[in-house]
């Protein structure tokens, strides 16, 4: 029998997260916040609406939560959450979020006889369509090993990670590394362009040499040559996801100074208005320093 899934938080991930678990077979039962939409849509491939988190709770097995931000995980998890489901139950906490946060849901999830796994995923929502998201995984490895079939209804790599903290933890890292390449790859295409470079050769070289990254495979000859920035991963969520490691580094009395810089560009960015827009938008800011206009070019 496969355990009865609850999915919490219909986002921009969640809700193709959710239909990858349908998919799969696994009774899915869900509920809405503000927008009741997403749903809607899973309850038409088959999955099951309840009016709210402690319904969906009571109705699992397993819940699965993947919200905004760390405020969002205390106020479901103390909101119902954990009096919902019941003793032996499990939860699966997905979100980008603070390590610590994690931990003190842990323990209050140890409190009552409840196991937790702590997996943020890495890829966006094309890959979450797929279900071939990675995923980095914190918590027991019993519990691990025991939800390994669920996350790979999600996911194509997961990693295993140790204790609950360390996939936030490592998530954590990736958005340092995203962030901060992403700003100063747009800086390098901004000089390439300047410097009257055919861009896709030059893209092409880089790839191959030391200078080459994913985001210089994948996000600069896609979206920041083209300045193509349609809808993707927002670019308040990459804020909030670098204020973590910002968080962090504060409370443990370590400086950062290059994501301190970093940071307080895509800060930039959001004042101007475009915290709703494709993270790589970023990219205009280095633009919009040099103040030069151009054609957009195309890529093969
Ligand atoms: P969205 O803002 O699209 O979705 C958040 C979801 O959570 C919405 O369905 C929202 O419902 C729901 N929600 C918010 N507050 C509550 C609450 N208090 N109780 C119940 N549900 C709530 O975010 P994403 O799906 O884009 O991102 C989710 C997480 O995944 C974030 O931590 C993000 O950093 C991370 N992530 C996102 C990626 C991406 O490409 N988007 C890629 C990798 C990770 P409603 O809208 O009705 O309020």
Same mark, same amino acid.
């Given at each position: 029998?496969k355990e009865?899934?609850?999915?919490?938080?219909?986002?921009?991930?969640?809700?193709?997260?959710a239909?990858?678990?349908v998919?799969a077979?696994?009774? *899915?039962?869900v509920?809405w916040?503000?927008?009741?939409?997403?749903a809607?849509?899973l309850?038409?491939?088959?999955?099951?609406?309840?009016p709210?988190?402690?319904?969906? !709770?009571?109705?699992?097995d397993v819940?699965?939560t993947?919200?905004?931000?760390?405020?969002?995980?205390?106020?479901?998890y103390?909101?119902?959450?954990?009096?919902?489901?019941?003793?032996g139950?499990?939860?699966?906490?997905?979100?980008?979020?603070?390590?610590?946060? *994690?931990?003190i849901?842990?323990?209050?999830?140890?409190?009552k006889?409840?196991?937790l796994?702590?997996?943020? *995923?890495?890829?966006?929502?094309?890959r979450?369509?797929?279900?071939s998201?990675t995923i980095?995984?914190?918590?027991?490895?019993?519990?691990?090993?025991?939800?390994?079939?669920?996350?790979q209804?999600?996911?194509?790599?997961?990693?295993?990670t140790?204790?609950v903290?360390?996939g936030?933890?490592?998530?954590?890292i990736?958005?340092?590394?995203?962030a901060?390449?992403?700003?100063i790859?747009?800086? !390098?295409?901004?000089?390439a362009?300047?410097m009257?470079?055919?861009?896709e050769?030059?893209?092409k070289?880089?790839?191959?040499?030391s200078?080459?990254?994913w985001?210089f495979?994948?996000?600069?000859p896609?979206?920041i040559?083209?300045?193509n920035?349609?809808?993707?991963f927002?670019?308040?969520?990459?804020?909030?996801?670098?204020?973590?490691?910002?968080?962090?580094?504060?409370?443990?009395?370590?400086?950062?100074?290059?994501m301190?810089? *970093?940071?307080?560009?895509y800060?930039?960015?959001?004042?101007?208005?475009?915290g709703?827009?494709?993270?790589?938008?970023?990219?205009?800011?280095?633009k919009?320093q040099?103040?030069?206009?151009?054609q957009?070019?195309?890529?093969?």
């Open positions: 029998m009865r899934i609850g999915f919490i938080g219909l986002g921009a991930m969640g809700k193709p997260m239909l990858c678990l998919k077979g696994y009774p *899915v039962t509920t916040h503000r927008n009741r939409a997403p809607e849509e309850e038409k491939t088959g999955a099951k609406i309840v709210d988190v402690i319904s969906v !709770a009571a109705a699992s819940v699965i993947i919200l905004p931000a760390d405020p969002e995980i205390l106020e479901v103390r909101g119902g959450l954990l009096d919902g489901l019941k003793k139950g499990t939860c699966i906490e997905m979100t980008s979020a603070l390590p610590s946060t *994690v931990k849901v842990e323990q209050e999830a140890l409190s006889g409840i196991g796994l702590d997996a943020p *995923v890495s890829g966006g929502v094309a979450a369509v797929e279900g998201l980095m995984v914190g918590g027991s490895k019993e519990l691990f090993d025991q939800c390994h079939p669920i996350l209804a999600m996911g194509k790599t997961i990693f295993y140790g204790e903290g360390n936030k933890s490592v998530k954590m990736n958005q340092l590394l995203n901060g390449n992403t700003l790859a747009s800086e !390098a295409v901004y000089l362009r300047r009257g470079l055919d861009l050769l030059m893209c070289v880089i790839n191959e040499s200078g080459g990254s985001i495979a994948n996000n600069v896609k979206s040559i083209p300045e920035f349609k809808p993707g927002r670019l308040d969520l990459m804020k909030k996801d670098m204020d973590l490691s910002l968080e962090y580094a504060r409370q443990e009395g370590i400086v950062l100074p290059v301190d810089l *970093v940071s307080e560009i800060q930039a960015m959001i004042n101007q208005g475009h709703g827009e494709y993270y790589t938008i970023v990219s205009q800011w280095i919009q040099n103040r030069r206009e151009w957009p070019c195309t890529m093969s």
